[in-house]
Protein backbone atom coordinates (compact mmCIF):
# COMPACT_ATOMS: atom_id res chain seq x y z
CA UNK A 1 0.00 0.00 0.00
CA UNK A 2 1.55 3.67 -0.75
CA UNK A 3 1.00 5.38 2.31
CA UNK A 4 1.01 9.67 1.94
CA UNK A 5 4.84 10.64 3.58
CA UNK A 6 3.16 13.87 5.04
CA UNK A 7 0.91 11.49 7.55
CA UNK A 8 4.80 9.74 8.53
CA UNK A 9 6.79 11.10 11.80
CA UNK A 10 10.23 11.35 11.49
CA UNK A 11 10.94 8.05 12.91
CA UNK A 12 7.94 6.08 11.51
CA UNK A 13 10.30 7.19 7.85
CA UNK A 14 13.19 6.06 9.54
CA UNK A 15 11.11 2.76 10.89
CA UNK A 16 10.55 2.00 7.22
CA UNK A 17 13.97 2.03 6.16
CA UNK A 18 15.58 0.10 9.17
CA UNK A 19 17.22 -3.35 8.24
CA UNK A 20 16.08 -6.35 10.57
CA UNK A 21 20.30 -7.40 11.23
CA UNK A 22 22.59 -4.17 11.01
CA UNK A 23 25.50 -6.53 11.51
CA UNK A 24 25.08 -8.74 8.49
CA UNK A 25 26.21 -7.23 5.20
CA UNK A 26 23.68 -5.58 3.10
CA UNK A 27 23.93 -3.31 0.10
CA UNK A 28 21.38 -0.65 -0.56
CA UNK A 29 21.14 1.17 -3.14
CA UNK A 30 19.54 4.53 -4.09
CA UNK A 31 18.83 6.00 -6.99
CA UNK A 32 16.65 9.19 -8.16
CA UNK A 33 15.32 9.01 -11.94
CA UNK A 34 12.65 11.06 -13.58
CA UNK A 35 9.53 9.51 -15.06
CA UNK A 36 11.04 8.96 -18.30
CA UNK A 37 14.26 7.10 -16.74
CA UNK A 38 16.81 9.63 -16.77
CA UNK A 39 19.39 9.52 -13.99
CA UNK A 40 20.72 13.31 -14.23
CA UNK A 41 19.77 16.53 -15.78
CA UNK A 42 22.68 18.86 -17.14
CA UNK A 43 24.92 16.29 -15.67
CA UNK A 44 24.01 16.26 -12.28
CA UNK A 45 21.44 14.27 -10.34
CA UNK A 46 20.65 17.79 -7.78
CA UNK A 47 18.51 18.49 -11.16
CA UNK A 48 15.77 16.16 -11.07
CA UNK A 49 15.96 15.79 -7.12
CA UNK A 50 13.19 17.19 -4.46
CA UNK A 51 12.53 18.14 -1.22
CA UNK A 52 11.25 14.75 -0.74
CA UNK A 53 14.26 12.22 -2.39
CA UNK A 54 16.57 14.63 -0.44
CA UNK A 55 14.88 14.18 2.82
CA UNK A 56 15.30 10.07 2.52
CA UNK A 57 18.92 10.39 0.71
CA UNK A 58 19.75 12.22 4.31
CA UNK A 59 17.80 9.51 6.24
CA UNK A 60 19.34 6.82 4.22
CA UNK A 61 23.03 8.32 5.10
CA UNK A 62 22.35 8.42 8.75
CA UNK A 63 21.49 4.44 8.93
CA UNK A 64 24.50 3.36 6.86
CA UNK A 65 27.85 2.26 7.94
CA UNK A 66 29.82 3.37 4.87
CA UNK A 67 28.76 5.48 1.53
CA UNK A 68 29.70 3.51 -1.25
CA UNK A 69 30.02 5.56 -4.68
CA UNK A 70 32.08 5.64 -7.72
CA UNK A 71 34.75 7.77 -8.83
CA UNK A 72 32.89 9.41 -11.81
CA UNK A 73 29.89 10.51 -9.56
CA UNK A 74 32.53 11.76 -6.87
CA UNK A 75 33.84 13.79 -10.08
CA UNK A 76 30.49 14.99 -12.17
CA UNK A 77 28.67 15.53 -8.52
CA UNK A 78 31.91 17.48 -6.63
CA UNK A 79 30.93 15.34 -3.59
CA UNK A 80 31.68 17.26 -0.84
CA UNK A 81 33.16 16.04 2.72
CA UNK A 82 30.41 13.28 3.99
CA UNK A 83 29.57 15.59 7.33
CA UNK A 84 25.88 14.63 8.64
CA UNK A 85 23.61 17.23 10.14
CA UNK A 86 23.30 18.19 13.40
CA UNK A 87 20.26 16.24 14.22
CA UNK A 88 20.95 13.48 12.43
CA UNK A 89 24.54 13.10 14.20
CA UNK A 90 22.58 13.39 17.80
CA UNK A 91 20.54 10.05 15.98
CA UNK A 92 24.19 8.17 15.28
CA UNK A 93 25.29 9.05 18.09
CA UNK A 94 22.00 7.37 20.20
CA UNK A 95 22.10 4.83 18.54
CA UNK A 96 25.87 3.88 19.29
CA UNK A 97 26.99 4.62 15.61
CA UNK A 98 29.87 7.00 14.75
CA UNK A 99 28.81 10.59 14.20
CA UNK A 100 29.35 10.26 10.41
CA UNK A 101 29.47 7.48 8.22
CA UNK A 102 32.64 6.75 6.38
CA UNK A 103 32.73 7.53 1.96
CA UNK A 104 34.42 4.64 0.22
CA UNK A 105 35.07 5.87 -3.43
CA UNK A 106 35.87 2.67 -6.02
CA UNK A 107 37.82 3.90 -8.65
CA UNK A 108 40.13 1.78 -11.14
CA UNK A 109 42.30 4.14 -12.45
CA UNK A 110 42.89 5.81 -9.14
CA UNK A 111 41.76 9.78 -11.03
CA UNK A 112 40.98 11.42 -7.59
CA UNK A 113 42.67 14.68 -6.24
CA UNK A 114 44.05 13.90 -3.07
CA UNK A 115 43.35 17.52 -2.37
CA UNK A 116 40.10 18.09 -3.24
CA UNK A 117 37.98 18.39 0.17
CA UNK A 118 36.03 15.15 -0.30
CA UNK A 119 38.91 13.52 0.39
CA UNK A 120 41.18 16.00 2.79
CA UNK A 121 38.28 17.38 5.15
CA UNK A 122 36.64 14.10 5.79
CA UNK A 123 35.44 13.93 8.79
CA UNK A 124 36.71 10.27 8.72
CA UNK A 125 39.45 9.19 7.12
CA UNK A 126 38.01 8.21 3.60
CA UNK A 127 38.54 4.41 1.72
CA UNK A 128 39.61 4.21 -1.92
CA UNK A 129 38.77 0.53 -3.10
CA UNK A 130 41.30 -0.27 -6.04
CA UNK A 131 43.13 -3.49 -7.68
CA UNK A 132 46.82 -4.22 -7.31
CA UNK A 133 47.97 -3.20 -10.39
CA UNK A 134 46.48 0.24 -10.12
CA UNK A 135 48.72 3.45 -10.62
CA UNK A 136 51.63 3.14 -7.61
CA UNK A 137 52.31 7.22 -8.42
CA UNK A 138 48.48 7.96 -7.95
CA UNK A 139 47.77 5.74 -5.33
CA UNK A 140 50.96 7.13 -2.80
CA UNK A 141 49.26 10.50 -3.20
CA UNK A 142 46.05 9.14 -2.44
CA UNK A 143 47.44 7.23 0.25
CA UNK A 144 47.98 10.68 2.04
CA UNK A 145 44.31 11.23 2.67
CA UNK A 146 42.51 8.01 2.45
CA UNK A 147 43.21 4.69 3.09
CA UNK A 148 43.44 2.77 -0.27
CA UNK A 149 42.59 -0.81 -0.03
CA UNK A 150 43.10 -3.32 -3.12
CA UNK A 151 40.25 -5.83 -3.89
CA UNK A 152 41.43 -7.99 -6.72
CA UNK A 153 44.84 -8.01 -9.11
CA UNK A 154 44.38 -6.40 -12.33
CA UNK A 155 40.25 -4.88 -11.70
CA UNK A 156 37.84 -4.22 -8.72
CA UNK A 157 36.07 -7.01 -7.62
CA UNK A 158 33.02 -6.19 -5.87
CA UNK A 159 32.38 -8.92 -3.87
CA UNK A 160 35.78 -8.54 -2.09
CA UNK A 161 34.86 -4.91 -2.14
CA UNK A 162 31.82 -5.97 0.27
CA UNK A 163 33.81 -8.11 2.44
CA UNK A 164 36.64 -6.03 2.86
CA UNK A 165 34.12 -3.18 4.24
CA UNK A 166 32.29 -5.65 6.81
CA UNK A 167 35.64 -7.01 8.04
CA UNK A 168 36.43 -2.94 8.73
CA UNK A 169 33.38 -3.13 10.74
CA UNK A 170 31.16 -1.56 7.72
CA UNK A 171 28.87 -3.99 6.87
CA UNK A 172 25.74 -1.73 5.96
CA UNK A 173 26.84 -0.08 2.81
CA UNK A 174 24.69 2.41 0.92
CA UNK A 175 25.52 2.85 -2.84
CA UNK A 176 24.98 6.11 -3.75
CA UNK A 177 25.83 5.59 -7.78
CA UNK A 178 26.56 5.83 -10.07
CA UNK A 179 25.18 3.88 -12.82
CA UNK A 180 28.73 2.34 -14.02
CA UNK A 181 29.08 0.85 -10.33
CA UNK A 182 25.19 -0.34 -10.23
CA UNK A 183 25.31 -2.01 -13.31
CA UNK A 184 28.80 -3.74 -12.24
CA UNK A 185 27.20 -4.53 -8.70
CA UNK A 186 23.99 -6.01 -10.83
CA UNK A 187 25.85 -8.12 -13.16
CA UNK A 188 27.33 -9.81 -10.27
CA UNK A 189 24.45 -9.73 -8.32
CA UNK A 190 25.26 -8.33 -5.17
CA UNK A 191 22.54 -5.55 -4.99
CA UNK A 192 20.65 -6.53 -1.82
CA UNK A 193 18.15 -3.25 -2.06
CA UNK A 194 17.12 -0.71 -3.96
CA UNK A 195 15.79 2.50 -2.68
CA UNK A 196 14.24 4.60 -5.62
CA UNK A 197 12.87 7.95 -5.76
CA UNK A 198 10.62 8.68 -8.74
CA UNK A 199 10.00 12.44 -9.67
CA UNK A 200 7.29 13.65 -11.51
CA UNK A 201 9.68 15.33 -14.49
CA UNK A 202 10.45 14.39 -17.99
CA UNK A 203 13.79 15.26 -18.67
CA UNK A 204 13.34 14.20 -22.45
CA UNK A 205 16.32 12.52 -24.76
CA UNK A 206 19.83 12.76 -24.00
CA UNK A 207 20.58 11.59 -20.14
CA UNK A 208 21.44 7.89 -19.30
CA UNK A 209 20.01 5.47 -17.34
CA UNK A 210 20.92 4.38 -13.75
CA UNK A 211 22.30 1.66 -14.88
CA UNK A 212 25.29 1.19 -17.39
CA UNK A 213 28.30 -0.71 -18.35
CA UNK A 214 28.35 -4.05 -20.61
CA UNK A 215 25.32 -5.79 -21.51
CA UNK A 216 24.20 -8.22 -19.45
CA UNK A 217 21.39 -10.57 -19.63
CA UNK A 218 21.22 -11.17 -15.54
CA UNK A 219 17.80 -9.65 -14.92
CA UNK A 220 17.19 -9.43 -11.04
CA UNK A 221 13.87 -9.72 -9.24
CA UNK A 222 12.73 -7.74 -6.61
CA UNK A 223 10.01 -7.13 -4.30
CA UNK A 224 8.66 -3.58 -3.46
CA UNK A 225 8.80 -3.52 0.47
CA UNK A 226 7.39 -0.05 0.81
CA UNK A 227 6.06 2.94 -0.92
CA UNK A 228 5.56 6.98 0.99
CA UNK A 229 4.42 9.43 -1.81
CA UNK A 230 4.91 13.15 -1.20
CA UNK A 231 2.82 15.99 -1.50
CA UNK A 232 4.59 16.86 -4.48
CA UNK A 233 4.20 13.45 -6.26
CA UNK A 234 7.47 12.29 -5.76
CA UNK A 235 7.29 8.16 -5.14
CA UNK A 236 9.90 6.57 -2.91
CA UNK A 237 10.31 2.94 -3.19
CA UNK A 238 12.20 0.59 -1.12
CA UNK A 239 12.54 -3.05 -3.19
CA UNK A 240 14.49 -5.97 -1.64
CA UNK A 241 15.98 -8.98 -3.29
CA UNK A 242 13.17 -11.59 -4.21
CA UNK A 243 14.03 -14.45 -2.13
N1 LIG B 1 20.20 9.93 -10.33
C1 LIG B 1 21.01 9.46 -9.40
O1 LIG B 1 20.53 9.04 -8.33
C2 LIG B 1 22.49 9.45 -9.65
C3 LIG B 1 23.34 8.83 -8.72
C4 LIG B 1 24.70 8.82 -8.97
C5 LIG B 1 25.21 9.39 -10.13
N2 LIG B 1 24.37 9.99 -11.01
C6 LIG B 1 24.89 10.59 -12.25
O2 LIG B 1 25.61 9.61 -12.96
C7 LIG B 1 26.64 10.24 -13.72
C8 LIG B 1 27.96 9.51 -13.48
O3 LIG B 1 27.82 8.23 -14.05
P1 LIG B 1 29.00 7.15 -13.99
O4 LIG B 1 28.43 5.88 -14.51
O5 LIG B 1 30.25 7.71 -14.59
O6 LIG B 1 29.21 7.01 -12.40
P2 LIG B 1 30.05 6.01 -11.54
O7 LIG B 1 29.64 4.60 -11.69
O8 LIG B 1 30.04 6.59 -10.16
O9 LIG B 1 31.53 6.22 -12.07
C9 LIG B 1 32.20 5.43 -12.97
C10 LIG B 1 33.64 5.42 -12.49
O10 LIG B 1 33.68 4.88 -11.15
C11 LIG B 1 34.66 3.88 -11.04
N3 LIG B 1 33.95 2.61 -11.09
C12 LIG B 1 32.60 2.39 -11.15
N4 LIG B 1 32.35 1.08 -11.16
C13 LIG B 1 33.54 0.46 -11.12
C14 LIG B 1 33.95 -0.90 -11.10
N5 LIG B 1 33.06 -1.90 -11.15
N6 LIG B 1 35.25 -1.17 -11.07
C15 LIG B 1 36.15 -0.19 -11.04
N7 LIG B 1 35.85 1.13 -11.05
C16 LIG B 1 34.56 1.44 -11.08
C17 LIG B 1 35.56 4.09 -12.24
O11 LIG B 1 36.44 5.13 -11.84
P3 LIG B 1 37.90 5.40 -12.44
O12 LIG B 1 37.65 5.98 -13.78
O13 LIG B 1 38.53 6.38 -11.49
O14 LIG B 1 38.60 4.08 -12.50
C18 LIG B 1 34.57 4.54 -13.31
O15 LIG B 1 35.17 5.29 -14.36
C19 LIG B 1 26.69 11.68 -13.27
O16 LIG B 1 26.06 12.46 -14.25
C20 LIG B 1 25.90 11.69 -11.99
O17 LIG B 1 25.25 12.91 -11.81
C21 LIG B 1 23.02 10.03 -10.79
Known amino acids: MIRQLSDLTDDEVIATYQVDDRSKPHLRSNFVSTVDGAVEIDGQSKSLSTKADQEVFGKLRMLSDVVLVGAGTVRAEGYKPLRLGAERRKWRQAHGLPENPTLAVVSARLDLDPVDPVLAEAP ?27 CGESEVDLAAVIATLAERGLPQILCEGGPHLLGALTAADLVDEMCFSLVPLLAGPGSGRITAGPDSTAAR ?3 LRSALLADDGTLLMRYLRAA
Open 124 to 150: IRPIVLTHAAAAPDRREALSEVADVLD
Open 221 to 223: KLV
